[in-house]
């Protein structure tokens, strides 16, 4: 009766999500549906015969895939895997996946990204994680609590847990990690930090204990990660979204703990490990147009610097790329010259998107990348 519910809750995200154009696109639920289809055709009873062929019908339906995950508030195929795993847990010793990211060299956070950084001078021995909940992230840097050294969201169990492990250890005195705001449905970033912390990884770099669809951390090394278990203490405060309380624990946390934040003093950081660095590529003016390739793309501007990021990967979210330009021309024609989009309006999109982040930079605003 049990796994009857659960094959009928199967169909049903399988079902919702399939209705919409963005999951069509999705490689995350194109993985999803291959995976479901090896596990379904190993298994097969009258029970899974009839998912089996839906699975089948879901594939054919699939369009050409745009991105590998999007960052949902709910993700339709990660919930299927997890009640997947639920049924023939064995399933999830077979699964994998990859992604990357820039490291920067010599700077405070060395990752790039969508939080916001601090120092005081002293006591500020606490990084925060809003996991979902973008506007909480907002509010606490607002407030700018001096307790506090970086604060920013984490939706993914993969590459969000990664950029953490990285851009704390470059900070060895940062003690805390506090966990607050809404769970990242399905993937289960929160969840997966505290499973990271208590159990660290297994041979094949899989956070143990972890809930989340593809927990599996491809831009770190063992060392990062037990550098990170013995640096800090993982709070967790998952599901509060009030500031005020937040702030009451960042304080009654802050008071165990008298440190240096030592945010100035980049030469005098003590047993800093060494991180991997993805090629960085210059942008270049547009030579030829030419269009054989697919890939997605993740903007981030740096308005310190006056430069924007664009971060290329491949379908299973390992990085390909860097490129860095002063301006969306160049980045957009280095972009077409390198033949990494195919699509016309993906091309468009991508346009789009890099006048935003440039425009962002000129007149001061800040940009979010459109995920639509």
Known sequence: MLQSKQFSQIYSEFQEGMSLTKCRRCGCMKETLEN????????????????????RYWLSQMEPIQYPCIGCAHCFPAVATNLIYQIFP??????????????????????????????????CPIAVSTLASVELAEQLANLKPRELCVVGKTETENIGVDKIVKNIISNPTIRFLLLAGKESEGHY?????????????????????SLGKRPVLKNVTYEEIEAFRQQVQVVDLIECEDVEKVVEKMQELSQTQHLSCGCTK?????????????????????????????????????????????????????????IEG??????????IE??????????????????KAELSIQLGFKYIQDKS
Request: negative net charge; aromatic residues 10%.
């Open 90 to 123: 064995e399933s999830a010793q077979n699964y994998s996946s990859g992604c990357a990211f820039e490291v920067r060299e010599n700077a405070l956070f060395p990752v790039p990204g969508e939080y916001f950084a601090f120092c005081h001078g002293k006591d």
């Open 266 to 322: 980049l030469g005098e950081r003590s047993q800093v490990i060494q991180s991997s660095i993805a090629p960085v590529i210059q942008a270049e003016e547009p030579v030829r147009f030419r269009m054989d390739k697919i890939g997605y793309f993740v903007i981030l501007p740096q308005s310190d610097r006056k430069v924007i990021l664009v971060e290329h990967y491949s379908y299973d979210n390992t990085l390909l790329s860097v």
């Open 36 to 55: 479901v289809e090896i596990t379904l055709s190993s298994n097969l009873t009258d029970a899974t015969s009839d998912l089996l062929k839906n699975t």
């Open 189 to 209: 970033s929160g969840q997966t930090l505290l499973a990271l912390a208590e159990n660290g990884v297994d041979n094949r770099m899989k956070v143990i204990g």
């Open 338 to 355: 390198k033949g990494w989009v195919t699509l016309l309006d993906h091309a468009a999109y991508l346009g789009e998107e890099l006048a």
């Open 326 to 335: 002063k301006n969306a021309r160049s980045l957009y024609w280095t972009i």
